[in-house]
């Protein structure tokens, strides 16, 4: 079993995985907008924006197996219900 400093480094660490996770959609769904803007300005045609929108899209769906959700602020009240749900 861990200890309290152990269970509470896991617990931050999980916290900074759910926190990236939303900067990575953050951004995913801002270059994504982008690319279909460009795609739409360029007379359409053929949608080419789905290649970087399903290949980036797979990296994201792992990112958020690993990660699910983030809070902005780390609380004391997240650390601990982290901490008690890895006892």
Request: hydrophobic fraction near 45%; proline fraction near 1%; glycine fraction near 8%.
């Amino acid at each position: 079993m861990s200890t309290d400093e152990e269970l509470r480094e896991q617990a931050i660490k999980a916290i900074k995985r759910k926190r990236d996770f939303k900067a990575h959609l953050v951004a995913y769904i801002i270059v994504n907008a982008f690319l279909v803007l460009v795609w739409y300005l360029s007379t359409g045609g053929y949608f080419w924006p789905i290649w970087v929108i399903g290949g980036w899209g797979i990296g994201l769906a792992f990112n958020a197996w690993e990660a699910y959700g983030r809070r902005d602020v780390i609380s004391d009240a997240e650390i601990q219900r982290e901490m008690d749900r890895r006892r």
